[in-house]
Every structure is written in C-alpha cells, then in structure tokens.
C-alpha cells in the first residue's frame, strides 16, 4: 500500500466510514483535516487528526476547510464521505427532506470540489474520492432522494474526471454495500424498529459475504483510491459490495 502524503480532507470524519478513513489515512502518513458538523464526534477523534466543525452544504464553510487543509502543507486529496439518508417516497418525502438529502450528498461535493480542485492543481494534481452507494445501481423502497443523491454522484464524478483529468487530478466514485456505521443502524431501526438487529442480520445474509463490512474495509479501499498505487484510475465508480450487486 503506496503511502499518503500531504494535506488530504475527509467530510464526515466525526463518524462511520469517514471516522475510520480519516483514522487509516493518517496511519498511512496523511496530514487529515476531517470535517463535520458534529463537534462532538470531532472531538473524540485523536489529535493526529486536524479537525473543522462546518456545514459543507455552504460554500463559505468549504472555501474555509480548503484554506485550513492548504495552509498545513499542499492539498494531495478530499474524501466527500459526508452523507445522510432520510426516508419517503416521491409522494411522501418533504421538500426539505428532500433538498436536506440532495444538499448533504451531491450539493456539498460540488461546493468543496469548488474550492478544492484549484488547490490540487497548484499541488501538481491529486486525487477526489466521492462516496456513492450501491443504492445508486440497485436499490430498496422509500430511498427516492438518497438513491438519487447517489446515481447524480456517480454521473458527476465522471464529468469532473473529464474536466480535471489534464491537470493531473483523478476522480472515484465508491459504492459500498451495506456496512456497519451510525447511518445504516439507523436504517435499520427505520425500516424494522421493533427488532433493528434482525434487520442488520437480513442485509447481511443479501451479500455472497453473508455479512455486512465494516468502515475500515471501506477506508482501506478509498486509500488506495486516494494513494499513488491507484495512478490510472480516474472516471470510474467501484463497488465495495460484499457481493451484494452479484445476486437477484
Ligand atoms: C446504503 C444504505 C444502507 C443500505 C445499503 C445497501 O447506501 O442505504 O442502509 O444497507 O446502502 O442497500
């Protein structure tokens, strides 16, 4: 596993995925500033890892992670790892919940990619890791907003691979299966509140793994995304699935 160097941020770092990411990127020799809106998580993270309480779906917060992330050494790579899912089909999903799914998921890439991408090209290039999810390709009943916030990641990696690919700047999207974090236990209460465990137990049973992943499986993966070992990989969406997408 090629080492990480430099400046790299990690949205979401307060927990889940991003939590573990912006632990295993640090191990591996990043200088990580992880950004959240929860300070608390933040303030649990150990001090190896800079920390920001922002609300990335504005532009002036993501401008500021940009400028703190740049201003500890040249900005090597962002991890867009924040995300939410709320629940409701067209019909019954409000206008806020929807703009609050599309805002955190897809709006808040393009603002930090916004501010991001001209601090990778003064870095000589780098690498952007968007978090997608297998409900982007496949999905389940009263996701509409999350499972659209997640196909329109997929499609706006691609495009920014296109667009920043000559300045030496590669772009990924990752669509995990079904992992252990805050956001899929709170699923399963959501979608089986009178026993969340059997729920867990069931979607792990739906990947050839029979068994959910876990963050750190996922933070290995956006590593080496992010790593040198991955210098021709741009453009692209890639499962981390447990099997899940090989079944009916
Ligand atoms: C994720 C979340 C999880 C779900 C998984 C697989 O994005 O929606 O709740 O288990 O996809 O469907």
């Avoid at 900005?75 to 924040?82: D, E, H, T």
């Avoid at 026993?195 to 959910?212: K, S």
Wanted: hydrophobic residues 45%; aromatic residues 4%.
């Amino acid at each position: 596993m090629a080492a990480l160097r430099d400046s790299v941020i990690v949205t979401g770092a307060a927990s889940g995925i991003g939590r573990a990411s912006a632990l295993h990127f640090a191990e591996l020799g990043a200088d990580v500033l992880g950004v959240d809106r929860d300070a608390a998580g933040l303030a649990s993270l150990p001090d190896t890892i800079t920390t920001l309480e922002a609300d990335i779906t504005m532009s002036s917060a993501c401008r500021k992670a940009v400028a703190a992330a740049t201003s500890r050494g040249p900005l090597r790579g962002v991890f867009n790892c924040a995300g939410q899912e709320l629940h409701g089909t067209v019909v019954s999903m409000s206008e806020d919940d929807f703009d609050a799914v599309i805002g955190i998921n897809l709006k808040a890439i393009f603002l930090m990619c916004k501010h991001a991408v001209p601090a990778l090209e003064e870095a000589g290039g780098g690498s952007i890791v968007n978090m997608s999810s297998i409900q982007a390709l496949a999905t389940q009943q009263d996701v509409a907003a999350y499972a659209a916030s997640k196909g329109a990641v997929i499609s706006m990696t691609r495009v920014m691979a296109l667009d920043h690919g000559d300045r030496n700047i590669r772009v990924n999207a990752i669509c995990p299966g079904t992992i252990l974090t805050p956001l899929v236990a709170a699923n399963a209460r959501h979608f089986r509140p009178e026993d969340p465990e059997a729920q867990l137990a069931e979607w792990g049973q739906l990947h050839a793994l029979n068994r959910v992943g876990n963050p750190e499986e996922v933070a290995k993966f956006a590593a080496f995304l992010l790593s040198d070992d991955a210098s021709f990989i741009t453009g692209s969406h890639h499962l981390i699935d447990g099997g899940l997408l090989a079944s009916f």
